[in-house]
């Protein structure tokens, strides 16, 4: 499997080496056209299971107040998890969530990246809203591998703090900011679908 960032890399190189190698050695255009279409094939491959992996997580989180969206070669889950105001403790409620979406991924998508957003609303000063959002990711990162059961080596938390263009409802803070209090789910990277497949739905639990 060739990730976007290898294939963005894949194509200038093999021009690059066709043009130097062009004095000593001929490419053939069966050649050429071969590789391209390897390209192309892990490509679509990808996009795949990027698109199955989408269409999982819509059935499975249809009944918990999450947004799933596809962009860019990843699929976000936005929502995922919220926070009383300066808090960091994951909440009951949205357990259930957090433990569906470690389903899917270790079932079907075990080889998948997976980034945990940390958000605060704008109380407080900007690092302390940094230092916040980081707790909460790293809170949610650290219940996905310990509860959920996902790799500590495939889940990285980040913190963006208060950051206004992230903000759910820009300049909302304490009972009003509540949305703004979360953590967010990013699959950078779908992997190679488990055994059972990436078509069919995880097994509910």
Do not use: W
Not at 53 to 81: C, H, N, P, S
Not at 136 to 147: E, M
Not at 153 to 171: H, I, K, P
């Amino acid at each position: 499997m060739i990730s976007s960032t290898m294939r963005k890399v894949s194509v200038p190189l093999f021009f690059a080496a066709v043009t130097l190698g062009g004095c000593t050695h001929y490419v053939k255009q069966t050649d050429f056209d071969s590789a391209i279409a390897e390209l192309r094939a892990n490509d679509q491959k990808q996009q795949q299971q990027l698109d199955s992996l989408t269409q999982e997580m819509q059935q499975r989180f249809a009944k918990y107040d999450a947004q799933i969206a596809e962009m860019g070669g990843r699929v976000r889950v936005d929502t995922a998890a919220h926070f009383a105001f300066n808090d960091t403790a994951v909440r009951d409620e949205d357990k259930p969530l957090l433990d569906d979406f470690a389903k899917v991924i270790s079932s079907h998508y075990p080889g998948a990246m997976i980034t945990v957003e940390g958000f605060a609303d704008p109380a407080g000063s900007t690092g302390y809203n940094r230092r916040l959002g980081a707790k909460r990711a790293a809170a949610v990162r650290d219940y996905l591998v310990g509860t959920g059961g996902l790799s500590a080596d495939r889940l990285r938390a980040v913190s963006y703090g208060e950051d206004t263009n992230r903000q759910v409802d820009r300049g909302q803070s304490r009972d009003a900011g509540a949305p703004n209090r979360r953590v967010t789910l990013v699959v950078d990277f779908a992997g190679s679908a488990g055994a059972a497949g990436a078509g069919e739905p995880a097994s509910a639990g």
